[in-house]
């Protein structure tokens, strides 16, 4: 079957880097994407990563290995504003999103 | 910037109640997808439509139906609401298949509650 799995919660400390990870199992692989969805709000794109490496946009990054089925979502100098839910989500051969049930990270001062 | 709107933030029916959420996208998408979000879940698709008039299951289209007569467009309807559909729905829209092209832009959520 299908199947992402991420943590449901994550607690850090304002300026401090949080790293979120995510594994997936899918039939075929299309890329692997992050969305940040803030309590009440839509979700909105935060990356996209079909190669295996590491991609960078600012304070936040995002790792994959297609290898072992995994990716990581990296946010630096944490900010109040980045208390949000993050949710992984897997694009199998036929171009449907597996979603994971979302982190809900934390952010104390 | 990409718009996805849903007509509705808030509605609350009652159990038999024939229900329409309503999605307007302004950058002529070719994809419009209709998602429940349910604590503790993933984002579950009920349809999508890949151009006017065509539309596919999702994973849960049970009790659900959809229309896109026009391509900025996607209508969802519960035919008879019933409690077990209280929920979240999301509509988002991408460009197209692909690379790049499949990133969703969402709407802001209809929060509907069935009594």
């Known amino acids: 079957g299908q199947n992402i799995d991420q943590p449901t919660e994550m607690t850090a400390t304002e300026g401090a880097i949080v790293q979120i990870n995510c594994t997936y199992q899918t039939s075929g692989f299309n890329g692997l994407f992050w969305y940040q969805q803030h309590a009440g709000e839509a979700p909105t794109f935060l990356s996209y990563n079909v190669l295996d490496g590491l991609e960078e946009k600012g304070r936040f990054s995002s790792f994959l290995s297609r290898s072992k089925g995994y990716s990581y979502l990296l946010l630096k100098e944490l900010q109040m504003k980045d208390s949000a839910s993050y949710l992984c989500a897997a694009m199998d051969s036929n171009y449907q999103l597996i979603w994971g049930a979302g982190t809900k990270l934390i952010i104390k001062p | 910037d990409v718009k996805v709107t849903q007509s509705s933030r808030y509605l609350v029916k009652r159990t038999g109640e024939k229900v329409f959420l309503e999605c307007v996208q302004d950058m002529d998408h070719e994809n419009m997808f209709w998602y429940r979000q349910d604590p503790g879940l993933g984002l579950r698709l009920i349809y999508f439509?890949?151009?006017?008039?065509m539309k596919e299951k999702g994973d849960i289209p049970e009790g659900y139906s959809v229309s896109r007569e026009k391509k900025e467009r996607f209508s969802l309807i519960l035919e008879s609401a019933s409690t077990n559909q209280t929920s979240m729905y999301l509509c988002?829209?991408?460009?197209?298949w692909g690379s790049g092209a499949n990133v969703l832009t969402f709407g802001a959520g209809s929060r509907l509650t069935v009594l």
């Open positions: 439509s890949y151009d006017v008039k």
């Open positions: 988002a829209s991408s460009l197209g």
